[in-house]
């Protein structure tokens, strides 16, 4: 009796997760599959682990010019808005993987305190086709927008949307 008493009590208490879905694609209306990669400052960082708060994923490369733009004009949206911000550092001018070191450097040199990522690699599947690119997920993890270049007004807007 009192074995069951304590399992009724454990079952009653134990959080349940949000992340209830068996399907993730990376397409405007769905849930996004989950990753994993570490930060500027080696910590991992995952994905569904944000869950209930808005996402603007921004896939960048050290030798894109508009990449560099982008990351400095978001981040001067990060005081009006309430969502997480996180940049997928891919690769170095030399077109070399991104490392922790090249994470802390573009941490540095546009004056981000928001994760900025590196070790991504073509398995995990999200598409785009130039850089910039962006994926805006809601607080329910769906994602609501995907835009590839740069464009200050629209990714405004896909922000706005999700407050």
């Given at each position: 009796m009192i074995s069951f008493i304590v399992g009724l009590i454990l079952s009653c208490t134990k959080p349940t997760s949000p992340i209830t879905w068996d399907r993730c694609v990376q397409e405007i209306?769905?849930?996004?599959?989950?990753f994993t990669l570490h930060d500027q400052n080696g910590e991992e960082w995952n994905l569904y682990k944000h869950y209930g708060t808005p996402i603007l994923v921004d896939f960048a490369a050290e030798w894109c010019y508009w990449c560099q733009i982008a990351g400095?004009?978001?981040?001067?949206?990060k005081s009006s808005y309430n969502f997480i911000y996180v940049t997928i550092l891919l690769e170095?001018?030399?077109?070399?993987?991104?490392?922790?070191q090249l994470a802390k450097k573009w941490a540095v040199e546009h004056q981000s305190t928001e994760p900025v990522l590196y070790g991504w690699t073509p398995e995990f599947g999200w598409e785009f086709?130039?850089?910039?690119?962006?994926?805006?997920?809601s607080k329910d993890m769906v994602i609501t927008q995907r835009m590839d270049g740069w464009n200050l007004m629209a990714i405004e807007y896909f922000i706005r949307n999700e407050q």
């Open positions: 209306e769905e849930h996004p599959c989950d400095e004009d978001i981040n001067k949206l170095s001018q030399t077109g070399m993987p991104a490392d922790q086709e130039g850089l910039p690119a962006f994926y805006m997920i």
